[in-house]
Nanobody, 115 residues
Framework: QVQVVESGGGLVQSGGSLRLSCATSRSIFSIATMGWYRQAPEKQRELVATITEGGYTNYADSVKGRFTISRDSAKNTVYLEMNSVKPEDTAVYYC?????????WGQGTRVTVSS
C-alpha cells in the first residue's frame, strides 16, 4: 500500500514563508515523479511544482522564483518551501506520486495566506 501524507499547512501572513512536507512510501519514492498541486475554492486543481526521481524540477509560472520543491531520499519526503507567499496562494495543497500508470494522492493540507 502506497502512503502519501502531507503536513505543514496553516495560516501565514502575506509575504511570509511556509514549508510543506509530504511523506511517502519507500517502495515508490525512488522511482516516482513527485509533485505538489493545489486547489482553491471554485477553481480546478492545478500544478504547482514537480520533481523527478533524477532531481529535475518544474514550476508553475505563478510560483517560479518563490517556491522550491525538493526531495530527501533518506526520509522518503518531498518538501515545498513557500516564500513570499501571496493571498492567491491560499488553497488546499496536495502531494502526488506519479508512476507510469498510477497516480497516488495525499489528503491535502490547507494553506491560508492572510492579507
Amino acid at each position: 500500500q502506497v502512503q502519501v501524507v502531507e503536513s505543514g499547512g496553516g495560516l501565514v501572513q502575506s509575504g511570509g514563508s511556509l514549508r510543506l512536507s509530504c511523506a511517502t512510501s519507500r517502495s515508490i519514492f525512488s522511482i516516482a515523479t513527485m509533485g505538489w498541486y493545489r486547489q482553491a475554492p471554485e477553481k480546478q486543481r492545478e500544478l504547482v511544482a514537480t520533481i523527478t526521481e533524477g532531481g529535475y524540477t518544474n514550476y508553475a509560472d505563478s510560483v517560479k522564483g518563490r517556491f522550491t520543491i525538493s526531495r530527501d531520499s533518506a526520509k522518503n519526503t518531498v518538501y515545498l518551501e513557500m516564500n513570499s507567499v501571496k493571498p492567491e496562494d491560499t488553497a488546499v495543497y496536495y502531494c502526488n506520486a506519479r508512476l507510469t500508470n498510477w497516480n497516488y494522492w495525499g489528503q491535502g493540507t490547507r494553506v491560508t495566506v492572510s492579507s
